[in-house]
């Protein structure tokens, strides 16, 4: 790109994520964990890409988006990265989804599951699409995922289908004012992960989950994934919308809760 990316904003991003692989790292440090096992997507929805390629310049290797429509104008200009799509994934939009990013996040039923299979099958044969399963540990209605005992149900169907690599779980923290207390939602994903694999030790070991606001916590409970967008970015320009946050929306249909921006 001409000129390439400016010098000042790929010190300001470096310092950014130095900033946050370092609390990582700590977390990892109080869990006993490798920091190498922890994968920062950097979620970068409505940033533009001239800073993303300044953010892939500071070393940024995973971007993540949220919507198709956002990242299809977006991915051919920030080459180099990888790419997540972090939010809900509607069915019209499946075929680009595959076309476009390299890790699907957020797939939340087996109908989508399905889906994404036959257009693997086509879009890149012999390349079996990698997906994470979103699990709404919670049961909470504002956010979208499996229940917990529709993925066990669900899960040896899933692992079966040809084209897709089911690479572990992904899910939302609560809702809440202290990190903390997001803490059994992370444990609850991790014994189920845990499960899970006693049964179909096939199924991968990630397990995506914490954000800005809660993703020590997340690690501390075995993240290999945190989807990180405020910390790295800043406060995005209008001001997050309601349950507008760093990693999936909770659906087209659901009611967003408040969270907030810091």
């Known amino acids: 790109m001409p000129g390439g990316p400016d010098p000042a904003e790929v010190a300001a991003l470096a310092a950014a994520r130095a900033a946050v692989t370092t609390r990582i790292a700590d977390a990892c440090a109080r869990a006993g964990r490798d920091p190498a096992g922890v994968t920062l ?16 310049a500071a070393g940024h290797d995973v971007l993540g988006e949220n919507r198709v429509q956002e990242a299809a104008p977006k991915i051919p200009l920030v080459p180099g990265p990888r790419w997540h799509l972090v939010g809900p994934l509607q069915a019209n939009k499946a075929r680009r989804a595959v076309e476009l990013f390299d890790v699907l996040e957020a797939v939340d039923s087996v109908e989508l599951a399905r889906r994404l299979d036959r257009l693997a099958g086509d879009v890149r044969p012999g390349r079996p699409m990698p997906v994470l399963l979103q699990v709404n540990v919670d049961a909470d209605p504002s956010k979208a995922g499996f229940a917990p005992a529709a993925v066990e149900a669900a899960v040896a169907t899933l692992l079966a289908l040809p084209n897709l690599a089911v690479r572990g779980l992904m899910t939302i923290g609560r809702l809440v004012e202290v990190a903390e207390e997001a803490r059994p939602t992370f444990a609850a994903l991790r014994a189920l992960a845990g499960e899970l694999r006693a049964r179909w030790p096939v199924l991968g070991a990630d397990l995506s989950m914490g954000m800005t606001d809660d993703f020590e916590v997340a690690v501390e409970e075995g993240a290999t994934i945190v989807r990180v967008g405020r910390a790295l970015f800043g406060a995005r320009p209008a001001g997050p919308r309601p349950g507008d946050e760093d990693g999936p929306d909770p659906g087209p249909h659901s009611p967003r809760p408040l969270r907030s921006a810091g």
Do not use: F, G, I, M
Not at 41 to 56: D, G, I, N
């Open 41 to 56: 997507v950097a979620v970068s929805k409505t940033v533009p890409p001239e800073r993303l390629r300044a953010a892939v």
